[in-house]
């Protein structure tokens, strides 16, 4: 490790996105660029053939050539190549977005394309006799709904061609016929395996069947580019949603869809829950892991990130934003330009990987943020490394650079970025030196993902445009209490999906143990974020850690249901017990001050805690060993301190300039810490490496 961090070889390079953009891509200017990226100190490069104007025609035989091209120079120069799946941007279509216009995917298969859940409704103007004309064309099912009393009934074995009668009883009826139709796009259905693996066989494949001696050398790793299901007006569906959902839970959910449009009463959140939460693991299970087993399969990585991941309810359009990146070996994210503050969602990424074992962590980072400064450029890396990216991909390297549509442009050709460039990717360099491996992350406290609740007060046609989510929840503060913690308190934390903190934690010794291979932990504290609904195994295991002496703080809203409506009453009455246990506190207003004062009650010591002026930090440990990684992404100089708990013998590595046991911090034993005061310049940062 220490000579890698010296000496930065190839393997550990950052690897920008390279836009074949808008032009004829050519043999010798191929292998020109390619050299000026390797010079530039890149370790290689992620091709996105990129706008209507680029040549050769995509997936064409010429196409594969020039790709031949730089695989062959890759090997030539030690560099590395990412296969990114898609012709323009998002994934899915085979070239007709940001690309030629042209769908080729839906050109091939038109039936496995992007389906949205439609509704039509009549009202029963009085009971008796009811007859009414239904569409059979992708019709789902059809359900009466009483809405005074939540009543559902389903009509569907009455329809006789395409008339339906009905005998409607007193109430306020109203008859919903759901069609699953086609979106009128030309994504791939994201939910549906059969629809992802036909498209990697149309991409992932074609590139396999022509370069499978270059796999698992030169070609490292694949990339997929902003799925999302804010698609089909927010509605994204699939045919086999029924057929499936039956087969996991042993009925058929039709007579629960009304509830992804209205209140029905008692029985609404658990019903969205069910049909929101079985929709999100679609969409793991679909496109996002059918790469990712391909991509294994044949000895490269997976990486990518979705669309708009800043919607702080992701129902609408991530789905479950944690569990999406369930079986995805790099969970990814993109922080762009526009105003979109990915930074508040970082820890989501990186703990989506510990959850799930994993420990690449991957963010497409400075698109469309114009030419930006060198200290917003560090300013940028700091904070992404220090909340668990390890592997940042640049955005981006432009091989016509006289038609960049998102700038920065980064390469040795920009005259503002040329003479330092060589310094920033040293730099990154080095942080992947020490943070890409599969170190396990170090923290006290948990908080947990509501999901949840967010799905049981999700809905369709919220007053929101699809874009942003479609329904705003104002009580959501899993975010704000992230950013409270981390960047005012200084405590590192974890989020848990609420289906890890029941599969794989365990209460042991006072403490809440996350069973796993790799990313197992102990925590001292789990904060429960404002959430109205909670399952009950959730609120029992939280229950048994605080029995236990653990620390819990629900912040802002108590959760008052549970997702299953025959467990509330329990929820509650378990909630109301906690309530009365000194460990267990109810922070109507979880500012920093009161998450301070009562994280101050927390009796035994945390793993590290600081004294003054917290400052970013992460800690992870390697074979035994700590690592450290801190900086200051401020423009004035920070001066901290803080003690670890234990004895450390600790040496200070400059990932600025690659200098070991610096005498840039104070280190010495302090009762049964090590005391740490530092000082930083601004835009700098450190590690400190247990020897």
Same mark, same amino acid.
């Given at each position: 490790?220490?000579?890698?961090?010296?000496?930065?070889?190839?393997?550990?390079?950052?690897?920008?996105?390279?836009f074949?953009?808008?032009?004829?891509?050519?043999?010798?200017?191929?292998?020109k660029?390619? &050299?000026?990226?390797?010079?530039? +100190?890149?370790?290689?490069?992620?091709?996105?053939?990129f706008?209507?104007?680029?040549?050769?025609?995509y997936?064409?035989?010429?196409?594969?050539?020039?790709?031949?091209?730089c695989?062959?120079e890759a090997?030539?120069?030690?560099?590395r190549?990412?296969?990114?799946?898609?012709?323009?941007f998002?994934? +899915?279509?085979?070239?007709?977005?940001?690309?030629?216009?042209?769908?080729r995917f839906?050109?091939?298969?038109?039936?496995?394309?992007?389906k949205?859940?439609?509704?039509?409704e009549?009202?029963?103007?009085? *009971?008796?006799?009811?007859?009414?004309?239904i569409?059979?064309?992708?019709?789902?099912?059809?359900?009466?709904?009483?809405?005074?009393?939540?009543?559902?009934?389903?009509?569907?074995?009455? @329809?006789?061609?395409?008339?339906?009668?009905w005998?409607?009883?007193?109430?306020?009826?109203?008859?919903?016929? #759901?069609?699953?139709?086609?979106?009128g796009?030309?994504?791939?259905?994201?939910?549906?395996?059969?629809?992802?693996s036909?498209?990697?066989?149309?991409?992932?494949?074609a590139?396999?069947k022509? !370069?499978?001696?270059?796999?698992?050398?030169?070609?490292?790793?694949? #990339? !997929?580019?902003e799925?999302?299901?804010?698609? &089909?007006?927010?509605?994204?569906?699939?045919p086999?949603?029924n057929?499936? #959902?039956?087969?996991?839970?042993?009925?058929?959910?039709?007579? /629960?869809?009304?509830?992804?449009?209205?209140?029905?009463?008692?029985e609404?959140?658990?019903a969205?829950?069910?049909?929101?939460?079985?929709?999100?693991?679609?969409?793991?299970?679909?496109?996002?892991?059918?790469?990712?087993e391909? =991509?294994r399969?044949?000895?490269?990585?997976?990486?990518?990130?979705?669309?708009?991941?800043?919607?702080?309810?992701?129902? +609408?359009?991530?789905?479950d934003?944690?569990?999406?990146?369930?079986?995805?070996?790099?969970p990814?994210?993109?922080?762009?330009?526009?105003?979109? *503050?990915?930074?508040?969602?970082?820890?989501?990424?990186?703990? &989506?990987?510990?959850?799930w074992?994993?420990?690449?962590?991957? =963010?497409?980072?400075?698109?469309?943020?114009?030419?930006?400064?060198?200290d917003?450029?560090?300013? $940028?890396?700091?904070d992404?490394?220090?909340?668990?990216?390890?592997?940042?991909?640049?955005h981006?390297?432009?091989?016509?650079?006289q038609?960049?549509?998102?700038?920065?442009?980064? =390469?040795?050709?920009n005259?503002?970025?040329?003479?330092?460039?060589?310094?920033f990717?040293d730099?990154?360099?080095?942080?992947?030196?020490l @943070?890409k491996?599969?170190?396990?992350?170090?923290?006290?406290?948990?908080v947990l993902y509501p999901?949840?609740?967010?799905?049981?007060?999700h809905?369709?046609?919220g007053?929101?445009?699809?874009?942003?989510?479609?329904?705003?929840?104002?009580?959501?503060?899993?975010t704000? @209490?992230?950013?409270?913690?981390?960047?005012s308190?200084g405590?590192?934390?974890?989020?848990l999906? *609420?289906?890890?903190?029941?599969?794989?934690?365990?209460?042991?010794d006072?403490?809440?143990?996350?069973?796993?291979?790799?990313?197992?932990?102990?925590?001292?504290?789990?904060?429960?974020?404002?959430?109205? =609904?909670?399952?009950l195994?959730?609120i029992?295991?939280?229950?048994?850690?605080a029995?236990?002496?653990?620390?819990?703080?629900?912040?802002?809203?108590?959760?008052?249901?549970?997702?299953?409506?025959?467990?509330?009453?329990k929820?509650?009455?378990?909630l109301?017990?906690? @309530?009365?246990?000194?460990?267990?506190?109810f922070?109507?207003?979880?500012?920093?001050?009161?998450?301070?004062?009562? /994280?101050?009650?927390?009796?035994?010591?945390?793993?590290?805690?600081?004294?003054?002026?917290?400052?970013?930090i $992460?800690?992870?440990?390697?074979?035994?060993?700590?690592i450290l990684? #801190? +900086?200051?992404s401020?423009?004035?100089?920070?001066?901290?301190?803080?003690?670890?708990?234990?004895?450390?013998?600790? &040496?200070?590595w400059?990932?600025?300039?690659?200098?070991?046991?610096?005498?840039?911090? $104070?280190?010495?034993?302090?009762?049964?810490?090590?005391?740490?005061?530092?000082?930083?310049?601004?835009?700098k940062?450190?590690?400190?490496?247990?020897?």
């Open positions: 490790m220490k000579a890698d961090f010296q000496q930065m070889p190839t393997e550990h390079r950052p690897v920008p996105l390279w074949w953009n808008n032009t004829e891509v050519m043999p010798m200017e191929i292998k660029q390619m &050299a000026q990226l390797q010079q530039a +100190g890149y370790g290689g490069v992620s091709i996105l053939p706008g209507k104007d680029f040549k050769p025609k997936l064409s035989e010429a196409y594969f050539e020039a790709y031949r091209v695989l062959e090997k030539k120069l030690g560099m190549v990412h296969i990114y799946d898609e012709y323009g998002p994934s +899915g279509t085979a070239g007709d977005i940001n690309g030629d216009g042209v769908g839906k050109q091939r298969y038109p039936h496995l394309t992007n949205r859940l439609d509704k039509t009549i009202m029963v103007e009085k *009971p008796g006799r009811f007859t009414a004309t569409s059979r064309a992708n019709l789902i099912g059809v359900v009466a709904l009483d809405t005074l009393d939540h009543r559902r009934i389903d009509l569907s074995k009455l @329809l006789k061609g395409e008339k339906i009668q005998n409607a009883p007193q109430g306020a009826w109203k008859v919903m016929a #759901f069609y699953c139709n086609d979106a796009n030309s994504i791939v259905d994201y939910l549906d395996p059969e629809a992802a036909l498209y990697i066989e149309m991409t992932h494949e590139y396999q022509r !370069f499978s001696d270059y796999f698992g050398n030169v070609v490292e790793g694949t #990339f !997929f580019d799925p999302t299901m804010y698609y &089909a007006e927010g509605r994204t569906w699939t086999a949603f057929e499936k #959902f039956q087969k996991k839970y042993g009925f058929n959910p039709l007579l /629960l869809y009304p509830a992804l449009w209205y209140d029905i009463g008692p609404t959140v658990e969205r829950n069910y049909l929101f939460g079985f929709r999100a693991e679609l969409f793991a299970e679909g496109y996002i892991r059918q790469v990712d391909w =991509s399969k044949h000895g490269v990585y997976a990486t990518g990130h979705l669309d708009n991941e800043e919607i702080l309810n992701a129902v +609408g359009t991530s789905g934003f944690m569990k999406a990146f369930k079986y995805l070996e790099a990814g994210i993109d922080k762009i330009g526009g105003q979109r *503050p990915a930074e508040r969602f970082y820890k989501l990424i990186s703990s &989506a990987a510990y959850n074992d994993k420990y690449l962590v991957m =963010s497409e980072t400075f698109g469309d943020m114009g030419n930006i400064s060198w917003e450029l560090f300013r $940028i890396s700091i992404q490394y220090s909340k668990g990216i390890n592997t940042l991909i640049p981006a390297a432009w091989y016509n650079d038609k960049v549509t998102f700038l920065p442009e980064l =390469s040795l050709r005259p503002l970025y040329a003479d330092s460039l060589r310094t990717t730099y990154l360099t080095r942080l992947n030196v @943070l491996n599969d170190a396990r992350w170090l923290g006290d406290i948990a999901i949840a609740s967010m799905q049981g007060d809905y369709f046609d007053p929101l445009d699809y874009y942003k989510g479609g329904v705003e929840l104002p009580y959501l503060d899993y704000d @209490l992230s950013v409270h913690l981390f960047d308190l405590f590192d934390h974890m989020y999906h *609420p289906e890890v903190l029941d599969a794989q934690c365990k209460v042991k006072g403490q809440l143990s996350l069973h796993n291979k790799r990313q197992h932990n102990n925590f001292k504290v789990i904060v429960v974020p404002a959430s109205r =609904s909670l399952s195994r959730n029992e295991k939280i229950d048994a850690f029995a236990a002496g653990g620390t819990v703080l629900f912040t802002t809203q108590l959760p008052a249901q549970a997702t299953r409506r025959e467990d509330d009453e929820l509650r009455n378990i109301k017990g906690m @309530l009365k246990r000194n460990n267990v506190h922070l109507e207003k979880p500012t920093v001050r009161n998450l301070q004062a009562a /994280l101050q009650q927390v009796k035994t010591p945390f793993l590290l805690q600081f004294k003054q002026h917290p400052i970013p $992460i800690q992870k440990e390697l074979a035994g060993k700590r990684f #801190f +900086g200051n401020s423009s004035d100089e920070k001066r901290s301190s803080f003690v670890l708990d234990g004895h450390f013998d600790l &040496a200070c400059d990932p600025h300039t690659g200098e070991m046991e610096s005498e840039r911090a $104070i280190i010495k034993r302090e009762g049964s810490g090590t005391a740490v005061t530092v000082r930083l310049a601004p835009f940062s450190l590690f400190l490496i247990e020897r």
